[in-house]
């Protein structure tokens, strides 16, 4: 039997949000607020460069202002949180981002608790981390704020659905548990100690994969109703972007299915932007 695949197509969404982000903006500027994301990078990671430019790109393209601090591999802790610190109290600045991994000479968690919790875009701060599982979230870790948001726009009500989220990292599988649980979901968490994990996405309603393995999961991981979101972000053999999952072999075979590159990832940084225009709307209200 052929089947369509509905592709969740987070490109498009993330256009059609950003659209909506200029307006924000535009206002936000009649009220003499020019929202301003402040970007930490530490050192000289090329990936992390990479990501840094494009999130000040995206910023820029929807009006925003960013600031930019580049510091040396030698920076030490003690510098980096004076840094936060003085930015925690700029009023010029709304959102606070710190590129992640951190050279190992710093511990990532003080600097994630240096942040102020209310500018804190990115939602890691542990006072967000807490909220977001009391359902009080106010700033939410943007790559799981993307996937509820592209689930939502396919009319997708995931109450009593069972999900099966395989990965549990702080940044991904951990705080989709809370969103998923507050969506009223049935929540699997699975990892590299999981038994018999075919078992477990084959039975689920929706499937989202964030584990970083190049086209890991084929068609025999999932049902023909699955949603499957796919958080991975790969290079192949030939150094093309791939996700988690084989997109060939599953396109066709389950009922929604994001793409890499077009999926989650633009939804990511539109999270981003939103997060921190949201902060910058506080003052005027
Ligand atoms: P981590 O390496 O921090 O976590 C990977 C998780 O996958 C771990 O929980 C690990 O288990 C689990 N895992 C690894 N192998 C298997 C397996 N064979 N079966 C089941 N579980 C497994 O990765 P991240 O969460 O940081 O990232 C995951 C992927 O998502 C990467 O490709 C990354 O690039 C991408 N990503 C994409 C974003 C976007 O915006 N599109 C944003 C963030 C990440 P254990 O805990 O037991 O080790």
């Known amino acids: 039997m052929i089947f369509v695949t509905t592709k969740l197509d987070g490109k498009k969404l993330a256009i059609k949000i950003r659209e909506d982000l200029k307006k924000r903006v535009e206002n936000l500027k009649k009220n003499g607020i020019k929202p301003c994301l402040a970007v930490i990078l ?31 591999e030698t920076t030490t802790e003690e510098e ?9 109290n700029d009023p010029k600045i709304h959102g606070i ?8 000479t710093i511990n990532e968690q003080h600097v994630m608790q240096a942040i102020d919790p209310a500018k804190d875009a990115d939602g890691f701060h542990p006072m967000n981390i807490g909220k977001l599982f009391m359902n009080q979230a ?13 689930i939502s726009e396919y009319n997708i009500d995931l109450t009593g659905k069972n999900v099966v989220i395989v990965g549990r990292s702080q940044i991904v ?53 699955a949603i499957v979101v796919d958080v991975g972000t790969n290079r192949n053999s030939e150094g093309k972007l ?28 539109t999270m981003l932007l ?10 005027i209200k």
């Open 97 to 104: 981002l710190v590129q992640l991994p951190l050279p190992k």
């Open 173 to 225: 599988g951990m705080p989709l548990i809370a969103l998923m649980m507050n969506a009223n979901a049935t929540v699997t968490v699975t990892h590299s100690y999981t038994q018999d994990l075919v078992n477990k996405t084959k039975n689920a309603d929706v499937v989202i994969t964030a584990i970083g393995k190049t086209e890991y999961f084929d068609e025999s991981y999932f049902n023909e109703n």
């Open 242 to 269: 791939v996700g988690d999952v084989n997109y060939d072999s599953v396109n066709g075979k389950v009922a929604y299915l994001s793409p890499v590159p077009g999926g989650v990832g633009p939804m990511t940084i």
């Open 80 to 88: 980096l949180i004076k840094l936060i610190k003085k930015l925690n």
């Open 274 to 283: 939103e997060q921190t225009i949201q902060i910058a709307e506080r003052s």
């Open 138 to 150: 106010q700033l939410i870790p943007c790559t799981p704020h993307g996937i509820m948001k592209l």
């Open 42 to 72: 530490v050192g000289e990671d090329p990936a992390s460069k990479v990501y840094i430019r494009n999130k000040k790109k995206a910023a820029e393209k929807v009006g925003m202002e960013t600031f930019d601090k580049l510091l040396p």
